[in-house]
Structures are given as structure tokens and as C-alpha cells.
């Protein structure tokens, strides 16, 4: 929830920017933000969560700390619905606005609401040009658009015909567990419900290393701090989900150990090289007379083993990337590791992006993150990460012996990305990243269509526009860009067929500093701030 929101409010003031910088709502936005951050600060328990989980103190400090998350995400989703209202004019009938907030074109699958899209299965851009449409189960229409500019917009019509396919096509079947859509293939294990084939168009390999009977996104549960007690899910079902051509899905249904319910959607879409993966776990509360014990401890895992000969393991870290084990001081836990949002195995010749929307603690190479309650004695620890192809999202637990929740139990979900590739990129990493966080926006059409033209010219495709808003003072906007590649690049900030603006090296203060002529230079994983007039 708070990640979403982070990434609503980070949409909400590129929006702004664009659209009506100097009615930029600052103290709305800093209010949200401060939300955002006072959830996400480390601790948020009594002395006493685990050990009296069910104490008045206990409950009450829970709530506080979880007001923030929930206050977070209803000023999120307010200050993108204020800052999508922006666009003003005549409604236009069966039209809609897709907005990019990133600084790349995006080509991606975009799904509108029934309130957007009822009746209307056919959709053709402002040209004329159909593209293809699928009515999805539940009533909404997706559709893959392409083309669609940086930091801005563009209009596609809606009509009441049948909707457009094009070459591309995505298929299910239930009965062999298979997807497939000429660009990826895969096959479900019809015992464990996890994926034990993936084959990349034009190579060879199984993604997946099955050796060990193992699969990718396989549910590990376990009591205790032993792996070795992982128990299996059992009775697994498979059925199709969407029939395609744009979206084909396997539904997978499962009784599993520490779950009420275990549900899984996996998809592939014509025309993209990327699968999906929904996990829907409704949570069962461990009862234990102790949660201190080894007992009342509990770890949930999803497995991703990728057979990738030599392959390198890479976490992306805040505005950075590291080799696990490598890139840390010796002291460093290498137990467990936080990613911002991405993962990657690949060799010098292929590999796997692994993108986790959800879920951000990891253990590499096995499920290594066993040590319960508070460790003095720094010999348990992990001393090293040795070579690994192998990467577990760490989904939910209870191992800590203070601060936090003696038991997790309800609805939950966990997404993933699965991109197979042939060259390791990170840059590439970072846009699917964060595209699947900040989707683009559907909004109904009004007056002419908006932000036609990108506010940038094209950027070098290693730098990424991390944050637009306008500057407090309104007299200006803030530009952060990131480098997401290991070499220095080069960028030249201008306007997209406008004038020239003034541009001033800034920082967080959103000061201007020092006045800039010409492209800026930005060293490996490097962040400039810049401000604009």
C-alpha cells in the first residue's frame, strides 16, 4: 500500500508539472508525503508486540503507525484525481487520454475501467489507426498502446465494433498448463503450481533450473528456522483464465500450508516479452502460545531458480545496483537484502529481469533469512554469497523479536515481472520497473488533446527523469535525473519545439546554484537535480 502511494504521488506532481505548475497544492503534497515516510520509518511496535501481541499498548501503537499508510493512500489517490482534473475543457464523447508521467515512449498494455469503456470494445487512435483491444472477465477493456510520448499524452477513440487483432496473439491451455504468444512460452508444474518452463524466442535454454525440483514462483512456507520443513502446497488446480488474443492467463488454485486460500494468475500479452505473475495469498494467523518461540515463527517464500550458466546476480538498491556479497562491507547482513525494485540474472550472453511490485525483502541463493528474534552473536550470521542463479522473495514473516507484528493474517497480493533478454541492461531494468509501478493513466477526453508534444526532447536511454514536480516557490519546476547505467552519459535538457528555458544546477533546497549551457554531465548511477524557468 505505501509503495503504491509513493508511486501515486510521484505521478500526481509530474502531472502537476505539466498540466498547472503554479496551482501546485505544496502543502497537500507535503503532508502526503510526510505520511509516506512516517509509515515507512523502521519501527512501529510497543516493547511488547510479539511477546503480548494482544495488549491494549500493543494494539493502540498499531493503529497509530498504521494511520499513516492509510492516510497516505487516500491523500494519494485525492491529489492524482485533483491533478488529472487539471486537463479542462468540453467533454469529448468515447475518447480517451493516455498519460505518460515518465520520460521514455512507452508501448505497454493499458486497462480502463468499465465506467470508461462499457459498450465499447473497439479502439482506434486519433489517426484512425485501430489497435488491439480485449474485453477481460471482469468487465474492464485492455488494450496495447504504442508510441505513446514522454511526458505526455495521446487521444484513442472508442467504438462500439468488434474489437481489432493484429498478427501477434497470446494463448492459454488449461489442459497442458501452457502460454504461450510467439514471443515466450511456459509450462506450470501441475503438482507444485509453479513454473518449470519459460523459452525465450530464438533460444534454446529453459529459463528455469528445475535440477533441484525446484520452480519459479513456487510458494515456500516453513515454522521454525529450518528450510528443511518446507511444506508443500497440495491439490493444485489449473484452469484458463483470459482466452486471448491480447491477454491469455492460467488460473491456479491451491491448498497451501499457512493460507486460507492460495491463488495464482499468470500472464502473458501479445506482442511483449514479459510475464506476470498475481499472487493472491489470504493469510491464515499462526496460533502460537509464544511468539518468541521457534514455534510461533513463520516464513513465506516465493521461489524464482533461473538456469542462467554463470549467471550473475544484480539487486537494484536506491539509485544504484550491486552484486550481493561483493558490493558490501564485511559486516553487511547477507541474510536477507532489500530491493528497490528489480533484480537480475544474466550471463554475457542471456539472462532474466526479475521485478517484485510488492514484496521487497529477498535472500539469494536459498532461503537463508532463518535467524529468529534478535541475534547477538555475530558468528550465525552469513559470511559470504557464493555463485547463485537463485532468488527468493521473502514475502512475509514474523522472525523479529520486537517492534513488529507477532502474526500477519487477510488478503494479501504479490506481484512479479519476469523478463527474459539477451544483453544485461540495466537502464532497461529500471524503465520496466518502474512503468509496471507507474502505469499509464486512462482518463476521459476533454477540449483538445493534451500534452501532445513531450515536454523534453529525447533523452540518452541510460537517464531517467526520477522526479518532476513544481518548484515550491511556483516560479519554476524541478528536474531529478538518474543515470541507471555504469558509465558517464551526457544529457541535453531542452525543450521539446518551445522556447529554451533557463536552467540552474539545483538541489534539494530547489535553489538555483549554478546556470547550465549546454548538456549536462552525469557520472555512473549519478543524480542531478536541476531547476527550470
Known amino acids: 500500500m505505501n509503495r503504491a502511494s509513493s508511486d501515486r ?59 499513516y499508510a492509510v492516510a497516505a493512500d487516500r491523500q494519494s489517490r485525492d491529489l492524482l484525481s485533483r491533478a488529472l482534473a487539471q486537463f479542462s475543457g468540453a467533454a469529448v464523447p468515447d475518447a480517451i487520454d493516455l498519460v505518460n508521467t515518465a520520460s521514455w515512449t512507452r508501448s505497454e498494455l493499458v486497462v480502463l475501467p468499465k465506467f470508461l469503456s462499457e459498450g465499447k470494445d473497439r479502439v482506434v487512435e486519433a489517426g484512425g489507426q485501430p489497435v488491439p483491444s480485449q474485453r477481460l472477465r471482469n468487465g474492464e477493456l485492455v488494450l496495447r498502446a504504442k508510441d505513446v510520448p514522454p511526458l505526455a499524452a495521446r487521444r484513442y477513440l472508442l467504438h462500439q465494433d468488434a474489437p481489432h487483432t493484429d498478427g501477434a496473439a497470446a494463448s492459454a491451455n488449461s489442459e497442458n498448463a501452457t502460454l504461450d504468444n510467439g514471443l515466450l512460452r511456459l509450462r506450470v508444474d501441475k503438482q507444485t503450481g509453479g513454473i518449470v518452463e519459460i523459452y525465450l524466442n530464438g533460444l534454446e535454454a529453459n529459463l528455469v533450473d528445475t535440477a533441484e525440483g ?19 502446497v497440495e491439490k493444485v488446480q489449473i484452469q484458463a483464465g483470459e482466452s486471448g488474443p491480447l491477454v491469455a492467463s492460467l488460473l491456479i488454485k491451491s491448498e497451501a500450508p499457512g493460507c486460507h486460500m492460495l491463488a495464482c494468475e499468470i500472464r502473458l500479452v501479445a506482442g511483449q516479452d514479459v510475464v506476470e505473475i498475481i499472487n493472491m495469498v489470504d493469510k491464515e494467523r499462526l496460533v502460537a502460545r509464544r511468539y518468541h518461540d521457534k514455534r510461533g515463527k513463520e516464513s513465506l517464500n516465493f521461489g524464482f531458480p533461473f538456469a542462467v550458466p554463470d549467471g550473475q546476480v544484480r539487486l537494484e538498491v536506491p539509485f544504484g545496483v550491486i552484486l550481493p556479497g561483493t558490493d558490501q562491507i564485511p559486516s553487511a547482513c547477507k541474510n536477507w537484502f532489500t530491493v528497490s525494485r528489480w533484480a537480475d540474472v544474466s550471463n554475457d550472453q542471456f539472462g532474466v529481469t526479475w521485478v517484485t511490485l510488492d514484496a521487497p525483502l529477498v535472500q539469494v541463493g536459498g532461503l537463508t533469512a532463518n535467524l529468529l528474534n534478535s541475534q547477538t552473536n555475530p558468528e550465525v550470521w552469513r559470511k559470504e554469497v557464493g555463485p547463485t542463479q537463485k532468488i527468493y522473495s521473502w514475502a512475509m514473516n514474523n522472525h523479529w523479536g520486537t517492534n513488529y507484528r507477532a502474526f500477519q493474517e487477510g488478503p494479501h497480493v504479490f506481484r512479479f515481472l519476469l523478463r527474459p533478454h539477451r544483453g544485461y541492461d540495466p537502464a532497461a531494468a529500471a524503465r520496466l520497473a518502474i512503468a509496471a509501478g507507474q502505469p499509464l493513466l486512462p482518463i476521459a477526453a476533454r477540449g483538445g488533446e493534451p500534452m501532445a508534444s513531450p515536454l523534453l526532447e529525447a533523452l540518452p536511454p541510460d537517464i531517467v527523469v526520477s522526479g518532476l514536480k513544481p518548484s515550491d516557490d511556483g516560479q519554476g519546476l524541478i528536474l531529478r535525473l538518474w543515470n541507471a547505467s555504469a558509465r558517464d552519459t551526457r544529457a541535453d535538457i531542452a525543450r521539446y519545439e518551445a522556447a529554451p528555458w533557463k536552467l540552474w544546477r539545483s538541489d534539494i533546497s530547489e535553489r538555483p546554484l549554478e546556470a547550465l549551457a549546454g548538456p549536462v554531465s552525469m557520472p555512473p548511477w549519478g543524480v542531478v537535480s536541476l531547476r527550470a524557468e
Do not use: M
Request: charged share 25%; glycine share 2%; net charge negative.
Open 9 to 67: 504521488l510521484a505521478q500526481a506532481e509530474t502531472i502537476w508539472a505539466l498540466a498547472n505548475p503554479r496551482d501546485y497544492p505544496r502543502a497537500a503534497f507535503e503532508d502526503a508525503w510526510r505520511n509516506v515516510l512516517l509509515y515507512s520509518e523502521h519501527t512501529w511496535g510497543a516493547w511488547c508486540s510479539i511477546s503480548d501481541p494482544f495488549r491494549r499498548e500493543t494494539r493502540e501503537q498499531w493503529t497509530i503507525k498504521q494511520s
Open 214 to 232: 525446484q520452480a519459479l514462483n513456487e510458494y515456500l512456507y516453513f515454522i521454525g528456522e529450518d528450510p528443511a520443513d518446507v511444506k508443500p
